[in-house]
């Protein structure tokens, strides 16, 4: 993912905090707004022709549109999702989780404009989606939940604060519902699924990017650097020291320094000497 790290630098200022809570707090107002005034919600929905007539309100107003219907099932989406979405916000850091979230969104709206399109080619006419299906967000939230299960596999939840179940088998019960709902659902209900679902793959279809991220990895990480924090203080106030050269960072900022695996004990050495100097036993 160097990529996104390099975006990071450049857009990472950009970045929305808690941008789990803006979430959820649109689905509540959209909830309340399908229940105190129904026929509103037909200005929100994400429908491409009427987008191309000028409602361009509707790219982001979607979102609005809750995926629960109920007053029980919302309360219990809010909260699971409120300590789901944050978790992953502090594990992955404010601007990837932003970017894990707004892809989902980004790839919902250019499959559905695709769909429209393949419409329209066959049909030739303006076919609105909306007779089709509604579009919500319920695959997205499902998006973090499977990130969050991918991550946190063996974690501990409790179902409907009653049943504790690990997150790795509500994860497996969840791909489970999508994959139903994907072969007995309609064509807009497939796109949904498909597009929204789109941005885990591109998360987690690299292995070292789950290691990256990982509990033991970032275990492992902070063990090291607490072991080699002691021994990582020169004079100076250097930080890296070659153990062949003695040269740090402050001798030459462009240096990279690494630690040797093989060495017994901790010896750091500069990009000259890392594959050239005799190993310690």
């Not at 299960?149 to 974690?155: F, G, K, N, S």
């Not at 990582?232 to 250097?238: I, L, R, V």
């Not at 062949?244 to 050495?269: A, I, M, Q």
């Amino acid at each position: 993912m160097n990529w996104l790290d390099k975006l990071e630098r450049k857009m990472g200022r950009f970045a929305i905090p808690n941008l789990t809570v803006y979430l959820l707090a649109g689905y509540v107002i959209g909830f309340i707004t399908m229940y105190l005034m129904p026929e509103l919600i037909s200005w929100l929905t994400l429908e491409p022709a009427l987008i191309l007539r000028g409602q361009v309100w509707r790219i982001i107003s979607w979102v609005l549109v809750p995926p629960a219907t109920d007053l029980i099932s919302l309360v219990f989406l809010v909260l699971l999702y409120y300590s789901l979405g944050t978790a992953l916000e502090r594990t992955w850091g404010t601007f990837k989780y932003n970017v894990y979230i707004f892809s989902g969104i980004l790839f919902t709206v250019l499959a559905v404009f695709a769909l429209y399109g393949v419409f329209y080619f066959m049909y030739g006419v303006e076919i609105p989606l909306s007779s089709i299906g509604l579009v919500s967000t319920n695959y997205i939230t499902m998006s973090i939940f499977l990130a969050f299960a991918a991550i946190y596999p063996d974690m501990e939840v409790l179902l409907y604060f009653i049943l504790p179940i690990k997150m790795k088998w509500m994860a497996l019960v969840y791909a489970a519902l999508a994959g139903y709902s994907f072969i007995t659902g309609g064509i807009v209900t497939r796109v949904a699924i498909g597009a929204s679902l789109l941005n885990f793959i591109i998360f987690f279809l690299s292995t070292r990017n789950l290691r990256r991220y990982s509990p033991k990895e970032r275990a492992r990480k902070a063990r090291f650097k607490k072991q080699s924090a002691p021994h990582m203080h020169y004079e100076g106030g250097a930080k890296h020291r070659c153990a062949v050269c003695g040269r740090t960072e402050l001798d030459d900022p462009c240096l990279e320094f690494r630690f040797c695996s093989k060495c017994n004990g901790n010896y750091e050495y500069c990009q000259d000497h890392l594959f050239t100097h005799e190993h310690v036993k």
